[in-house]
Each structure stands twice: as structure tokens, then as C-alpha cells.
């Protein structure tokens, strides 16, 4: 008799508790299908040197902790909403039919959706989606209306078959609660483990960060048992305040190995100040001008344009976002923040603002880009800056009419508004164009009936398109007459696969990007071998304009090569940074504070050994361990107000 009750009991007792149990699990099972697709489509880019967790216990280890952090995540969003079903019962039906199941409905589909999106965005930001999403872009609607009819159908109906069966899920669970199946002892174990977990909120909230898992795994392998809604609410949590505060050494140290205050050598010339033009290029690798990679692009005026002028091949970037390569090129410091910087509240510490520090000079400055107004933020950043001027699509006489990209206007209908803006500036003048065209998707105008080598990819097309519109350009302005008195700078925002279809990605050459010098005035061929950085760009361009005041810059001058510093600095995911030297590249993982990997990528171009634990190579490991913890104890004080030196 009582075995039966028992049984009975605990029959009665699953029942009350299983439909929100297997809410719960479809849930799970659609994350876990989804961060499957994810690993199999990226594994390129989650193990660039080619080593794979194919044995059982690594493979072991990733899945129990993405079944973890699936699983905490969705227990952390349906809680509330299963309390709201409790609560429901005090008051009419309609409250939570019509409100709680709603809300958690879109909730859920957006954490879906931003795994779903994370499969196909991973390749561009090499990291799970965090608070940069609401900074990428500020036009999505117009934007996404460019792309292809056909994919634009496709999205809709995987938003729509998502919607759908989420909302059916959630049917399903309130039928449940008015059929008296209220998981109520469910509800009991939850507030039990709410409450535990408030008392001792210190031992437990760790288990909340989305680097936990990093005590037993790699800062390559983290994105693939992360889940996008989980490090994106908590990056939006932390509302830009993640800097490290480490003190590995004292200020006076830290400061005497890096030191980010510095006076400029004037560029030299012998006419004085230089106007300056600045070329930031959207997404161009160096592979496209490596004449060893099947890549090399043939590109008229580039290949011309070398012939006369400096060409640095071992230059960095330092991010793969560009709304921090454009702070790292035009401010010469690092975004440590999730967020832009010029939208973080680090705005106000003590740097140089490019076009603030040339109006002492009498320069006039000038920003032109051919997408919509203030898309990624570039207005902001070029306001923070001080530049004088910043035209965008919407300046340019009829622009509805003009050739389109995706992202705006093509380099074609941009370019001669750019000159044409040159041409009235005031002199002296620094002008910066920031081009789109080679932006992904990388479509060509219908015009352009350029023929391609078979072996071409889309990247490729688009650079040997932009490469056309930059000889056009040219071929005007060397007509004008401050053409001869200016300085041409060239650098990429950041590194992008160039081929979609054939990812090739490592710590080294997932961040190499061409930087090139034009002086007409020298016309000059010169390849440098030294290694160089996004943040030498800002004091060069200094440099050419004579400043004679001291900067703040986390890099040096091009045109000083005592001035710099021979590292190239990246932040290669939301804890690791790197340093390269001529030979070495170090991943340093601020979380754990450990060096996770030294790579000679000279003799090992596939970075497949790891030097870590390789006792002859201890003298590279603790002198490259020093700079990358000198960069980020200097940029965490920087941030935090302390005096920068």
C-alpha cells in the first residue's frame, strides 16, 4: 500500500512538473542544435592554428560546458517567467496570456535569434555578439533592404518559423498551468536556489560571468560553449565598465617600459608643414598585397603607387571591428570597452584629438564617407576628435541616383565629391576618406564591367574595383596644386578573410593589414620590415603637420623609426590581447591572467606549437609577457583617470 502511494505521489508530482520541464528542454535542444551549426561552421576561426578538440575528452569538456551555459541561461529567463505563471493565478487569466507568455515569447526568440545570427557574424568580430550590436549600425532597416531579394525572404521566414514554434512552446506551457500542471515543485527548487545563490552571491557569481568556463579551456574555444544572448545582456550589463585593473608592476616601472607620452620628430621635409590625406580602408587584408599569396590582387595604381613609395608589411591591426580601428588609427589609443569608445563613459580621459591638436597649427580637417550619417558612429568619433567637417552620403548632390553598395554610395560616386572638398578646404588641411565599397557584401555597381580572373573571390573583386576609383582620383588631383605639398597615408580599419569560402585565419596574419606612405614630393620605393601598428598612424600624421606639442599615443611615428616601439598590440577577444614582435606573437588572457600561447610564426607560419611550456623559448616568453602586461596595466589606468606618462 505504500509502494503504490508512493508511486502514485511521485507519478502526480512529475505530471505537475513536466510540461515546464520539456518547455524547457525543446528550448535546450534548439540552442544546442544551433551552437553545433555554429562549431562546425566557424572551427576554422575557433582553432586558427589547426589544433582541434577531436579527442573525446576535449570534445567532452566543450559540450559540458555549453550544455551548462545553454542551460543556465534559459533558466535564468524562464524563472521569471514561471514566477509570473504562479503569480498569474492571483489575478484574471488574461494578465498572463496576454502579457507575461508575450514578453517571454520575444525574449526567447531574441536569444535564438542572436545565437542564430552569431553563426554567421562570428567571422567578422571573432567573438560572441556583446553591446557593440547596438553600436554597428544605426540604419539597420535601410540597410538590410540592399541585400539580396532572396536572402531577404529566406531571414524572414526563419524569423518567422522561429516566432512560431516559440510561441507554440509557450501555448503549450500556459495550457499546462490552466490544466493545474504548474511545476510547482520546480518553483520550490528555484526560489530555494535563488535565495542560496543570493546569500551566497559571492561564491556563485563567478558561475555568471561568461569567461567562466576558461578554467578549463581555451580563450579560442570559449565563443563555442558561450551563448550569444548570455554575453550580450551581460555585456550591456556592464555598460563599458570591464576594464582590467591589474598592477603587475609599479607606476614608475610601468611607465618606464611604456611610456605613452611623447614628443614627434618633425616629418621630414623641407617645405615645413604637409597637407595630409588619409585612406581608411574598409576591410583590406595585406594578403591582397602580398605578391606570395594567392590573394595578391592585381590593382594598377597600387602596384604603381609602390614603386614610389614606403611600404610597411609587418603592420597590425588592432581589433576586427571598425568602429575601434578608427579610434586606434585617428586617437592612437586602444579600446578596452565592448562599446565604441566614443560612446563610452571613458570618453573624456586625456588623449590627443587629432583635429583638435591641428587646429592650433591652422590645419583644416575634413572626414567624408559614402554611407548614411553617423552609421557606426563616425559622426561622434569625428566630432570627439575635433575635425572640422564631415560629410557623409547624404552631401553629395543626388546621391539617391548614384551608384549604390550596400552600405551606401560606391567609391566611384564618393571620391570626386572628396576631391572636390579637398579643392576648397583651406590650406594647410588634413582630409580623411573612409571608403565602403570593400565592405561586405562587396557588391559592384551594375555598371562595371571590369573582367575577373576565374580565381577571383568577391573580396578581391572589390578591391581591384576600389583600386580603380583611387587611380581616377588620382589622376585629378595630381593636377592641383597642393597635390605635391601632401602627405598620402593608406591603412586598413581591419583584417577580413579574403575568401568566405576558404577561411585561413591565425593570431598573426588574422590581424597583418597593408600601411603605405605617398610623399610626391619624394617619390620614393621603400619596403620596411620593422613591425608597426594601427596606433603609429595618429602620430605620423602629426608628425607631418609639424605639431610641436607632446601626444598621448599608444604607438609612434612612421617617419621616426626610433620612435617606435617594435610590438604591435591587438585585442583578440573580450579577455585576450597580443603582442607580435619581429618573430613572436604572445595571447595573454587578462581573466585567468596567464599566457595561453607564444608562437615563433616565422618557422612555424601555421602556428601549430606552442612554446608555453618549451624551456628554451622562456627568455621571448617573459619579455613579450612584460609588454602586453605593460599595455594593459597602462591603457587600465589610462581609463581610470590615472595621470598617463
Given at each position: 500500500m505504500k509502494f503504490s502511494l508512493s508511486a502514485t505521489t511521485l507519478r502526480s508530482v512529475w505530471q505537475n512538473n513536466k510540461p515546464f520541464l520539456t518547455f524547457l528542454f525543446y528550448l535546450l535542444l534548439i540552442h544546442s542544435v544551433l551552437k553545433i551549426i555554429f562549431y562546425n561552421y566557424n572551427r576554422p576561426l575557433l582553432f586558427p592554428g589547426g589544433e582541434d578538440r577531436g579527442s573525446f575528452p576535449g570534445l567532452f569538456t566543450l559540450a559540458k560546458w555549453s550544455l551548462a551555459y545553454d542551460l543556465l541561461c534559459l533558466i535564468l529567463i524562464n524563472s521569471a517567467l514561471l514566477i509570473l505563471l504562479q503569480a498569474g493565478r492571483l489575478?484574471?487569466?488574461k494578465f498572463s496570456a496576454w502579457i507575461s507568455l508575450p514578453v517571454f515569447m520575444v525574449i526567447n526568440s531574441v536569444a535564438i535569434l542572436l545565437n542564430v545570427i552569431d553563426i554567421f557574424y562570428f567571422r567578422f568580430r571573432f567573438q560572441r555578439a556583446n553591446a557593440d550590436l547596438l553600436y554597428v549600425i544605426d540604419h539597420p532597416f535601410r540597410q538590410v533592404f540592399h541585400f539580396n531579394g532572396i536572402i531577404i525572404c529566406l531571414f524572414i521566414l526563419a524569423v518567422a518559423a522561429v516566432l512560431w514554434l516559440v510561441w507554440r512552446l509557450h501555448r503549450r506551457l500556459y495550457a499546462s498551468f490552466l490544466d493545474n500542471r504548474r511545476g510547482d515543485l520546480f518553483t520550490m527548487i528555484l526560489l530555494a536556489a535563488l535565495a542560496t545563490a543570493f546569500i551566497f552571491r559571492n561564491n556563485f557569481a563567478g558561475l555568471l560571468l561568461p569567461a567562466y568556463p576558461l578554467v578549463e579551456i581555451k580563450s579560442n574555444e570559449l565563443p563555442a560553449v558561450q551563448n550569444s544572448f548570455h554575453t550580450f545582456t551581460y555585456s550591456v550589463y556592464r555598460r563599458g565598465d570591464?576594464?582590467?585593473?591589474p598592477d603587475y608592476f609599479s607606476d614608475a616601472t610601468c611607465d618606464s617600459i611604456f611610456p605613452v607620452k611623447r614628443s614627434l620628430q618633425p616629418y621630414s621635409s623641407p617645405a615645413g608643414k604637409k597637407n595630409i590625406v588619409l585612406f581608411i580602408m574598409e576591410s583590406v587584408?595585406?594578403?591582397f598585397f602580398d605578391s606570395s599569396s594567392a590573394y595578391k590582387v592585381a590593382m594598377p595604381f597600387f602596384d604603381s603607387l609602390l614603386q614610389k613609395s614606403v611600404f610597411y608589411k609587418n603592420a597590425f591591426g588592432y581589433s576586427h571591428e571598425s568602429n575601434k580601428?578608427?579610434?586606434?588609427?585617428?586617437?592612437?589609443?586602444p579600446t578596452l570597452t565592448d562599446i565604441p569608445f566614443y560612446h563610452s563613459q571613458y570618453v573624456n580621459i586625456p588623449v590627443t584629438k587629432t583635429g583638435t591638436a591641428l587646429k592650433t597649427m591652422n590645419y583644416h580637417s575634413l572626414f567624408c564617407i559614402g554611407d548614411a550619417y553617423d552609421n557606426f558612429g563616425f559622426a561622434k568619433c569625428a566630432n570627439w576628435l575635433g575635425i572640422d567637417r564631415y560629410y557623409s552620403e547624404e552631401d553629395i548632390p543626388g546621391y539617391q541616383k548614384r551608384p549604390q553598395h550596400s552600405m551606401g554610395l560606391q567609391d566611384e560616386a564618393v571620391l570626386p565629391f572628396f576631391l572636390q572638398k579637398i579643392n576648397e578646404a583651406p590650406?594647410?588641411?588634413?582630409?580623411i576618406h573612409y571608403n565602403i565599397s570593400t565592405?561586405?557584401?562587396?557588391?559592384?555597381p551594375k555598371t562595371y564591367s571590369k573582367k575577373f580572373p576565374g580565381n577571383y573571390t568577391t573580396p578581391m573583386r572589390s578591391m581591384q574595383y576600389y583600386d580603380d576609383c583611387l587611380g581616377a582620383f588620382f589622376n585629378v588631383a595630381k593636377k592641383e596644386n597642393w597635390f605635391s605639398q601632401t602627405v598620402f597615408i593608406f591603412c586598413s580599419d581591419h583584417w577580413l578573410v579574403p575568401d568566405d569560402n576558404n577561411v585561413d585565419f591565425t593570431a598573426v596574419t588574422g590581424y597583418r593589414v597593408p600601411i603605405?606612405?605617398?610623399?610626391?614630393?619624394k617619390n620614393k620605393q621603400e619596403t620596411?620590415?620593422?613591425?608597426?601598428g594601427q596606433f603609429d598612424v595618429m602620430g605620423t600624421v602629426l608628425a607631418a603637420a609639424c605639431y610641436p606639442g607632446s601626444i598621448t599615443s599608444y604607438g609612434g611615428n612612421l617617419s621616426d623609426s626610433n620612435s617606435l616601439r617594435g610590438y604591435a598590440f591587438s585585442k583578440a577577444g573580450s579577455s585576450l590581447y597580443q603582442v607580435i614582435d619581429s618573430s613572436y606573437v604572445l595571447g595573454f588572457n587578462v581573466t585567468s591572467n596567464r599566457v595561453e600561447y607564444l608562437y615563433n610564426y616565422k618557422t612555424d607560419t601555421r602556428l601549430k606549437t606552442n612554446l608555453v611550456e618549451n624551456k628554451n623559448a622562456s627568455m621571448v616568453l617573459d619579455a613579450l609577457t612584460v609588454q602586453i602586461k605593460a599595455f594593459i596595466q597602462k591603457a587600465g589606468s589610462h581609463y581610470r583617470g590615472k595621470p598617463v606618462n
Open positions: 489575478v484574471p487569466a570591464e576594464i582590467p585593473t587584408p595585406y594578403d580601428g578608427i579610434t586606434a588609427i585617428l586617437a592612437g589609443i590650406k594647410p588641411f588634413l582630409a565592405h561586405y557584401p562587396y557588391d559592384l603605405i606612405i605617398f610623399d610626391p614630393g620596411r620590415n620593422e613591425v608597426v
